[in-house]
């Protein structure tokens, strides 16, 4: 995967507007900045109104109080200013911890952030045809999923109010619900809006994602065999990631509610990941959750724990290799 990377997209302020007072201070600024360019005009407010204060003279970044129209109020020096909103490029200030991803201050700006993050290169779990993607897709969107371990097919009239915990028929492999819960499903709506370019495959696979994550908090994660399947876990992070990837560049990323819960998922994800007692070692497993870790950690080196978990997976790795590949090169089933 290639790391991420940032456009910085500069406008030329045109005029002065009249602007609504403030009736109430900001608790704390936020953890982002304003990056501007030079000769960037700063504005102040003065008699209710923005006017001039200075222009930059060099690349420049100002904390963020909060968004305020089409301005971000922000602090220069301990003097409160005006930017705006098409003259800045959003950037963390510090690192993303879970909290600060679930800051209400926070949220608006991640969302911004996020939206102009460069995509990643994705990995696919299980690369569908073209026909097959639709069609699997097309029949999700009819409340019939389907899943390629028998008995195939999972009735799912509402998504919204569908229970994964007494919906999901009893069957005699194991595969149904590891398949069901690592989000096949989610992976067939990507790869067929990838293939077409129709929104209601996206569309439908957020509502999947909160249907999914409301069923299964991940604090929960131990009790929870299909949900957080050592496996599944690494696979449905693939999933999350690939959709992520093509939805934030869509029209229909406008919530910056959801913004938060995918953050906040990938996050937990990885937080599970890295847990020595959920690791498989000596196992093919514990390589796929390498893999996902490194996923996470290359996608969001914002987050605070990126650099560990890139540093982790890849020792977890190593030992992966040298207990299952021999000094010559050959593999080791390590199988009765």
Known sequence: ?????????????????????????????????????PSTTLLEMKDKKLVPLQKTNTTKEYRIVRP????????????????????AEVVPARSLTKARIQSKTNRPLVHTYMKETDA????????????????????????????????????????????????????????????????????????????????????????????????HPAYNYKRLKWGYNDQGTALRVFHLLNFWDVYKQ???????????????????????????DFYKKEHNHGIFQDMALTAIAQTFPEFDRSKTWQSLASSRLQAQLAFSISPDGTHLEHSP
């Open 68 to 87: 305020s129209g089409w301005y971000y109020l922000a602090m220069s020096g301990g003097k409160r200013i005006y930017i705006k909103k098409s003259q």
């Open 250 to 276: 869509t029209s229909l990323n406008k919530d910056s509610a959801f913004t938060e819960l995918m953050l906040k998922t990938l996050y937990e994800h990885g937080e599970i990941l890295a847990s020595a």
């Open 120 to 215: 990643h290169i994705p990995y696919e779990y299980d690369r569908l045809t073209t026909e097959e993607a639709k069609m699997y897709a097309d029949q999700a969107l009819a409340g019939n999923w389907y899943i390629p371990t028998k008995p195939k097919q999972l009735s799912v009239p509402n998504i919204d109010t569908f229970n994964w915990h007494k919906d999901v028929p009893a069957v005699d492999s194991n595969s149904f619900p590891f398949q069901l819960h690592y989000l096949t499903v989610l992976n067939q709506l990507t790869q067929a809006y990838n293939d077409t370019g129709d929104l209601a495959y996206l569309k439908y696979g957020e509502r999947l994602i909160k249907s999914w994550t409301k069923a």
């Open 1 to 37: 995967m290639k790391p991420l990377y940032r456009r910085l997209s500069i406008g030329m302020l045109s005029g002065m507007l009249l602007f609504a007072p403030i009736t109430a201070e900001a608790t704390a600024n936020s953890d982002f900045n304003a990056r501007v360019a």
